[in-house]
């Protein structure tokens, strides 16, 4: 299975790792027995912020979907590291390596953690930087910034 396979890289360079999994689907994990100590499968919670606010670094590993994750803005504003996919970032205007770390392979997903928590990429300007990105773009006012724009031009290029 690519998913113990991929997590057993990181536990073999990080022994004392632990992966907890929020999601509604994922008690529908099989946890190799030899992970279990390291994988917590927490499952669907109501308030996400309360448990995310101790871990150092947010997973993302999206393979399908479409349109802009709110989610990971506002992880990204609340200044959290985070690795996700291109498909996890669509939509957001995130460079890989300056707001965010992208991986779109499963083997390269974990060397990217192992790389974090090895310190060879620098948290806190990844966290600086995206923060800063989340208040030129995303702050609630630059957005109806954004949509009145849209909307006059419209209405602008009718007349």
Request: aromatic share 8%.
């Amino acid at each position: 299975m690519v998913f113990s396979t991929n997590i057993s890289k990181v536990i073999s360079k990080i022994p004392d790792a632990k992966l907890y999994i929020y999601s509604a689907g994922g008690g529908q994990l099989k946890i190799n027995k030899s992970l279990q100590k390291n994988v917590i499968l927490e499952g669907y919670v109501d308030n996400i912020w309360n448990e995310v606010k101790d871990k150092e670094l947010l997973l993302v590993p999206l393979r399908i979907g479409s349109g802009i994750r709110v989610k990971i803005i506002e992880m990204l504003a609340a200044g959290k590291s985070i690795i996700t996919t291109d498909i996890g970032k669509e939509g957001i205007d995130a460079i890989n390596g300056k707001h965010l770390l992208v991986s779109n392979k499963p083997d390269e997903f974990a060397d990217k953690i192992i790389s974090f928590f090895k310190n060879e990429f620098d948290n806190e300007k990844l966290c600086v930087n995206a923060r800063e990105l989340i208040r030129e773009k995303y702050t609630w006012s630059r957005i109806a910034n954004q949509f009145e724009r849209v909307y006059l031009d419209l209405i602008n290029s009718r007349n």
